[in-house]
């Protein structure tokens, strides 16, 4: 929906101002829209697109050298008058005659015609062709009678393009028109916008669905479905497209993922990256693919996926440079291509280890198995714990982080490392997967640990509570975080405390341990407790009050589990 | 929220396959991130950018030529490892140092740090500068525990281009903190994302309110408050940004604002009209502003405005043109700008009227009111008839266009124009403001009529009725709609037909006006049986079956409406 606003009778207005405030090295406004605020050569055909509000960057966003020069920009989404047509066409007008194009709906095409007239009766040479490149909207064989949605940009940007390396007012129609018979499209959607001062949306569709073909403005589709996966929905896109190449069409192809306004571009990629295995499949040559926002619906949340089948002269013509207020392309300087590739991994070499060693990395293992059952025990009251506090991926942090860290563990007793080795590859596998702070912070933990286990030999109680010692000091130096922030430090500061103190007093491993995750258990829990804190080593405290700190949970939950490996591996 | 994935534990892995595949022309994929697909000179500090994913275009759609050398790119919201920061450093090192710079958030100053050191150990030299722009996350005098937002994109800017004017890297990071140090941002939010497969959004705002200073994974924020009107969030924004001026700002400031993901471009240009005015009334010299999406939050609604203040050398280094997926700035070859104003008004020339013609002038103008009357009495109901039909504005359309056509009628009639001169300046001024498709429907008819009128002399009921018959014929081949497409055709045609032949049977023009005007209205609302049908004339059809064409209705209540001035004027 659409929150800002003063006067929603001012807004489409109030746009254009802003807009043109903050693009006037791009247009400049004058009745009924924008031209370009740059010098174009006298001659050139001039190229005018235009249509209503509320799908920017279409339109006014793309006028400038190598696209439109000028735009009329009607109200939300309603055509620009026949006035603001003509207003903007006779601002732009280059003495080479004036080429209209814009989407095909009846309001732009009565109003634009119209304006075509009136420049035609004032002796202003001028041409049209509308984009019509929604196949959803209309049969293959009444294909001028379809609407245009993300397609406008391969027809604008062949005329522009064909304007400027000097073609004549006949000649941009003609490549524009040919641009428009090679340009399909096909969108989903799966909510409507809500104008400003609008009660109610402009068209709903059930959540959890998705409208298959819906226009842009809400016009009828001709299909509703569950929400397929991303998958699913590349291959719904391009198969339907495929089914209507043009004829003459030699395979290369420029793919264009539009989205419409809130459909966000993590997913759009995500999408796109099947799209292209799919077209590639299909044996044809992907030329520059685009995915992003050309044509929008406000924040309607919905994507559109164009082909635009190239023959020798439209590809030449779409390497033109561009540069307007929201559309950019070609280099500023030309670049070179690199062939570098990713470095291999380095190639792994197992220290030297002897017998003993090799008994505690077996010990090592079994305590990343335990870590992993844990974990995986608890994550979804890590997750609980977490989305109170944070964003809720502690559990699946931790279960990411320690599974990668048990299948390094594994491999390194497979191939004959000694403890020390076994540690530091799971603490580097879990802090490689399990991303974000408290990957980090365990991969410290660990591999602190892992250098007083040594590959050779055994560690003493002293060795490991020693390494712990060092682990904590680790995660408070990269970590900044003092006991009472509320993170793990919470509980590991009193861990390291009462294990050095145990083994000190002379208790063995086992029972130091077990003393230590105690003292970590009852410190966890208190970080219920605790006022927040705000700053850097957590910003999300203040949520906090009265739950747990999932990072000092966790850490006592696993301290726990090892005492009781240790403990059985010492009867 | 995020509505298409295949996996969610896939999502981020599958969201870099697709970007790179997207992108390829910029960027290649390396272990840990990207890195830019294009030759750079050997020796040059490479600027390694990164955080969680969900940022689009940060991080990854920030490197190309002029801005990053490589980005290290996390899961959802979380920090890159550090081994992914470091084999991104290692893919994008040039042998003149690695410069690192990223948003303050304790899990990625965590994992780059650790980077840092490794690459130090290494012996790659390394430096960092963390942005902190977010003036709401901590006080001034704690400015590096600020988090860091859409200031992103100055401080990389400022080091990358930097980079590659050939400043060393200790060079690179004192332009890079001094960036810093010069860029503040202030931010407001209105509805939080949510993460692919996740049950509930990250965070919530009630519904109708704005969070103030919330971060941009739902960090709590300073205040809550009613969504305020678009400039009052603009005299917000500026005002406390304009508390912190940083020390030797000489008042060149560039103003970016960022949208989070669907708050959209309409309405960030109307907020931005009013920052423009509010900056420069301030005294400041606005210098290439930013209006768009640099750092989003998936789909989160919200935008924060930052404030980067300059000084000749980062003035000049802003200038430093860019190339990559997302960013691109710099003329592709270098444009003049136009000194052309927009064409003032045309000279009004008022064609030469008599006595009589000034008479049927008044009754043009009681016409004229009375539609309007008509249309304000009715717009509520029009309006509901088009959300059912249409997109809603069919009563709000008609409203503009009758209103100007007043305006414009008096404004004829003051100045002394006869009937022809006095309807055709409404019928011109209707449709400009009116727009879209019944706005020039209207105004065909309304000039057509006017033709008939003359401007000497009165017309007789024969030539209005074939005024009326020019004017239904005008509609028909502007409008390309037939009877049965649930348009005003659908009542205009018989309100003609039944005008004609009652004139040519010889009754007055009042009678015959009013047969006509049942026969419209009759017509009107037959339209709520008619089948719909698809194609270009009524794109909405299919949502209407059972509901009257608004189109058709306000024409009848219009007509009606007339028949009653013209018997009043009769009589």
Known sequence: MTRLWNDPAEFADEMIDGFVAANGRYVRRVTGGVVRSTVSPAGQVAVVVGGGSGHYPAFGGLVGPGLAHGAAMGNLFASPSTQQVHAVAKAADLGGGVFFSYGNYAGDVLNFDA???RLRAEGVEAATVTVTDDVMSAPLAEKHKRRGIAGDLTVFRAAAAAAESGYDLAGVTAVAAKANERTRSFGVAFTGCQLPGADTPLFTVPKGRMAIGLGIHGEPGIDETDIPTADELAALLVSRLLEERPEGADGRVIPI??????????????????????????????????????????DMAGTSLTLYWLDDELERLWEHPVDTPAYRRGAVTAQQQTTAVDAAAEAVVIPESDEASHAVAQTVLAVVETIVDTIDENVDELGRLDSVAGDGDHGIGMQRGSHAALTAARSAVDQGAGARTTLEWAADGWSDKAGGTSGALWGVILTKIAEKLGDTGAPTAADVAAGVAAGAQGVTDYGKAEVGDKTLVDALVPFTATLTQSVNAGASLPDAWASAADAATRAARLTADLLPRMGRARTHGEHAIGTPDPGAISLALIATAIGTVLAEKEN
Chains 1, 2 share one sequence.
């Not at 966000?264 to 499949?281: A, G, N, T």
């Open 115 to 117: 304006a075509q007239e």
């Open 257 to 298: 993922l539009n989205g419409l306004g809130s459909l966000k571009y993590e997913e759009m990629f995500v999408v796109y990256r099947r799209i292209h295995q799919l077209l590639e499949d299909a044996g044809l040559e992907v030329i520059d693919p685009h995915v992003g926002e050309f044509c929008t619906s406000f």
